[in-house]
Every structure is written in structure tokens, then in C-alpha cells.
């Protein structure tokens, strides 16, 4: 499958932004997606995941309760929702896939989208 991310952009601290990630390839809904993201300086990590066929969703501590992962069969499209965001959060976010799994790890990636960056101000 690939993955075309996209929805970065500028925004301020306290504010939300919406990444998408297009998936194309005719077995989208077989595959667990993710988010993870690399700072400057920093090793990528792992930021919020969905299993295949939607349901269970899984997030890395700090952004409990600000982050949102959620998928489209239609579209073939995964979103994450970010709100109150924090200068901290600025980075590259990339999309991820899996046939396999529920990507919240690297070693579980089989696929990844170009990355798309966002810069939080603050």
C-alpha cells in the first residue's frame, strides 16, 4: 500500500490541526494504521495507532486525550485529530501501515507515508 500524508501546516499552542492519510491499493481496510512523528534531534516514536477494521485505537501517553485516530473505508483515508497542542509537538509527522499489525512500533511498519510537518508556535 502507499501512503500520501498531508494537513500540516502552522498553527499556534492551544490550537488543532487535522492530519489525512491517503492509502492507495485495494487492501486499505486489511491493514492496521498508525501515526508516529520525529522532532529534530529525536528518534521517530510513535504517536497514535487503529487496528484493521477499525474499533481499538491506541496512543502513546502524552497525547491521551488531545489526539484523535480514526479511519474512513471509503475514503481510504486515516485522520488524526490534534487539539491543545503544545509547542513540544512540533515535528514530522508520518503515516504508517500494516498488514500485519496494529503499528505501534517501528519493527511493525511495512509501509510509510512521506511525512508532513507541523510547527507549533508559541
Known amino acids: 500500500v502507499q501512503l500520501q500524508a498531508s494537513g500540516g501546516g502552522l498553527v499556534q499552542a492551544g490550537g488543532s490541526l487535522r492530519l489525512s492519510c491517503t492509502a492507495s491499493g485495494r487492501t486499505y481496510d486489511l491493514y492496521g494504521m498508525g501515526w508516529f512523528r520525529q522532532s529534530p534531534g529525536k528518534e521517530r516514536e510513535f504517536v497514535a495507532a487503529i487496528r484493521r477494521g477499525g474499533g481499538s485505537t491506541y496512543y502513546a501517553d502524552s497525547m491521551k486525550g488531545r489526539f484523535t485516530i480514526s479511519r474512513d473505508y471509503v475514503q481510504s483515508t486515516v485522520y488524526l485529530q490534534m487539539n491543545s497542542l503544545k509547542p513540544e509537538d512540533t515535528a514530522v509527522y508520518y503515516c504508517?501501515?500494516?498488514?500485519?499489525?496494529?503499528?505501534?512500533?517501528?519493527?511493525?511498519?511495512?509501509?510509510w507515508g512521506q511525512g508532513t510537518q507541523l510547527t507549533v508556535s508559541s
Open positions: 504508517a501501515a500494516s498488514p500485519l499489525y496494529t503499528p505501534r512500533s517501528e519493527a511493525d511498519v511495512s509501509s
